[in-house]
């Protein structure tokens, strides 16, 4: 039996409108991780202090998100690029010591971010199970992680760093998974600007993820 398809009295589906959530939410990550390599390439000179002022307002630039969605879509369109902006700028002396150090580790964890995202977004997308348990746990897992990363600051442990990255992976393929789907999910396109700051999160961490492995830091 075919799916049944609901009719707005526009005549809109909301199949319809879940298509145009997608191609806006991914407009708008492409946006952000357009304004993300913008501020990677002027911060490259940055003070360690500037960056961690990009990276404080960066966050404030999220959390003001979640209150201009309630009233504006354009403050918050503005607010999430402001974020990508911001986010480049503070992790752009990141980036310059991984390249220093081994300028093929960028390309190798630029190409296996696209495949890790194209892979486990697909499958979140695709599948009918609901993931929402997968948002629950990784948030939790997360502050886990995080946890463990203050411990490595002070306690050397064997292959600490190495096991950080494979369970960041293991954490954001389950919430990459999630939010994907839940952009088929849904149908509600003012939301596409906040969807895309959860997607464009997940490619970050990935990415730093992965280049934290191919780097070969990871051997402490």
Known sequence: ??????????????????????????????????????????????????????????????????????RSTEATVGLLGGFGLLIGLAVAPTLVRYANADPQALWQAGGATALFIAGFGAAGYATKRDLSVLGRVGTWALIGLLGFGVVLIFVQIPNGALVYAILGLVIYAGLTAYDFQRLRGSSDTDSAPLLAASIFLDVLNVFLFFLQLFSGRSDG
């Open 1 to 70: 039996m075919s799916e049944s398809v609901r009719y707005s009295p526009s005549g809109v589906t909301d199949r319809d409108r879940t298509r145009t959530l997608f191609a806006q939410t991914m407009q708008y990550v492409a946006g952000t991780a357009g304004l993300f390599a913008i501020g990677a390439y002027l911060g490259r000179g940055l003070p360690g202090v500037l960056g961690l002022l990009a990276f404080l307002a960066a966050f404030a630039c999220l959390i003001g998100m979640g209150f201009a969605a309630r």
